[in-house]
């Protein structure tokens, strides 16, 4: 049973170039959440999405990033025009699709990160 | 507003020794809490995590933690540190909007 995989596992990108970091949750999940892990720093909550739907994006910049989970292939977060402040590792995690959406028991598994580089 | 804090940025103990990396939270309604442990340019990794069972709970690795509502704490142990625990621990508020601390560095000294 694979995990949550992300790729690329390193992108690098030169400022106002686009990102796009993808993810596929594990099998028989449906539920998706990207963090963002700023240098020295916790992870911070981007934005929570379910099958062709955006459940919460309160985490998520106003501009220039979105987030998508289509109903057939991976998850993936765009940075358009990048800057030199998105650096950072960004995480994507599944929870299962059992339960109450949102469940605070639901545990959430992570991938190995996604470690974008603007240059 | 539900938030976590963990009171440690960097904890170092030498190897053999107890481990304890210390979490706070606050929160209105009965929470569930998660510790995750993340080493060197890897994901992370469920360590445990209390959803209102035992308030003792035990997890991988030979850790655990303790629930406490009246301190509002649930700090993670272990009895005999191993240089291989050396890593980031993050105290996680579990919810519609999950909170991660901002983490703690363990160092693990020969």
């Known amino acids: 049973n694979a995990g949550v995989m992300q790729n690329p596992r390193h992108l690098v990108r030169r400022r106002g170039q686009e990102a796009r970091l993808r993810c596929s949750p594990m099998k028989g999940h449906s539920h998706v959440y990207w963090y963002r892990q700023l240098p020295e720093e916790g992870l911070k909550f981007m934005v929570y999405?379910?099958?062709?739907?955006?459940?919460?994006e309160s985490g998520m910049p106003k501009e220039r990033f979105s987030a998508e989970f289509p109903k057939e292939g991976p998850s993936i977060l765009r940075i358009q025009q990048v800057v030199r402040g998105d650096s950072a590792a960004y995480f994507c995690?599944?929870?299962?699709?059992?339960?109450?959406?949102?469940?605070?028991?639901?545990?959430?598994?992570f991938g190995p990160g996604t470690r974008l580089t603007v240059l | 507003a539900q938030s976590v804090t963990q009171l440690d940025s960097h904890v170092s103990v030498s190897e053999g020794t107890p481990v304890l990396l210390r979490c706070n939270y606050s929160?209105?309604?009965?929470?569930?809490l998660f510790w995750y442990v993340q080493h060197p340019n890897k994901g992370l990794q469920l360590l445990l995590k209390y959803t209102s069972a035992a308030t003792l709970v035990k997890g991988i690795n030979g850790f655990e933690a303790e629930f406490k509502k009246s301190e509002t704490s649930f700090h993670l142990t272990k009895p005999s540190a191993h240089m291989s625990d050396a890593a980031e621990y993050f105290c996680v508020f579990g919810g519609f909007k999950t909170i991660f601390g901002a983490g703690t560095r363990l160092f693990v000294k020969a």
């Open positions: 995690a599944s929870s299962p699709s059992v339960g109450l959406a949102g469940s605070p028991d639901n545990e959430q598994f």
């Open positions: 929160s209105s309604y009965s929470p569930s």
């Open positions: 999405l379910q099958k062709e739907n955006i459940i919460d």
